[in-house]
């Protein structure tokens, strides 16, 4: 009887060691940090760009928000620097501002991603011009159908994260 309690002692320790080891590696946030004006703000601002060029509206997503914020969580834990994650499955949007308008981050964000039309001509993407239009094309890439994104504070300024699928900017294609 003492050997059972003994391995089932040791099988809860080692599982609560795993789970902290776990929890330390990957932050995973509860919520995207979004309330519901500002996603609502965001998805509008995304079909407005979309409505404009002939492309159908995005949906929310909620399992990709919450994609999203777990990439804000993890930019946030590696020092807040606005790196794509190139092993994802969904495009990816990010922007960082300094501002104190905690609330207008998402408008702000979305307006930078879109100010980026004035740059695309209606080319194909290529690693020459992806750089200076990729936000915008993501924005507006005609098979994405969904979207989710989430906000996180990092260092007194807010990452604004949206993630896509199915993904664009595929090398070689147009947006729509």
């Known amino acids: 009887m003492q050997y059972r309690h003994f391995l089932l002692c040791l099988t809860l320790l080692w599982s609560a060691g795993c789970?902290?080891?776990?929890?330390?590696?990957?932050?995973?946030?509860s919520t995207n940090g979004l309330d519901?004006?500002?996603?609502?703000?965001i998805l509008s601002y995304h079909n407005?760009?979309?409505?404009?060029?002939?492309?159908?509206?995005?949906?929310?997503?909620?399992?990709?928000?919450?994609?999203?914020?777990?990439?804000?969580?993890?930019?946030?834990?590696?020092?807040?620097?606005?790196?794509?994650?190139?092993?994802?499955?969904?495009?990816?949007?990010?922007?960082?501002?300094?501002s104190n308008?905690?609330?207008?981050?998402?408008i702000d964000a979305a307006e930078s991603w879109g100010s980026e039309k004035k740059n695309y001509a209606g080319q194909a993407l290529t690693k020459a011009n992806v750089s200076a239009v990729g936000r915008y094309t993501q924005m507006v890439w005609s098979i994405t159908s969904d979207v989710g994104?989430?906000?996180?504070?990092?260092n007194n300024q807010l990452i604004v994260i949206c993630h896509y699928s199915p993904l664009g900017n595929q090398l070689g294609a147009k947006p729509y």
């Not at 308008?101 to 998402?106: L, S, Y």
């Open 101 to 106: 308008r905690d609330h207008e981050a998402v």
């Open 48 to 98: 407005e760009a979309r409505a404009s060029v002939g492309v159908a509206p995005l949906h929310w997503s909620k399992e990709l928000a919450q994609h999203a914020a777990t990439r804000g969580a993890t930019l946030a834990a590696q020092g807040c620097k606005l790196q794509h994650n190139k092993d994802s499955k969904y495009g990816e949007n990010l922007f960082m501002t300094s």
């Open 19 to 29: 789970a902290n080891q776990q929890q330390a590696r990957t932050p995973v946030p």
């Open 149 to 154: 994104c989430a906000k996180v504070e990092c």
């Open 36 to 41: 519901g004006d500002e996603e609502q703000a």
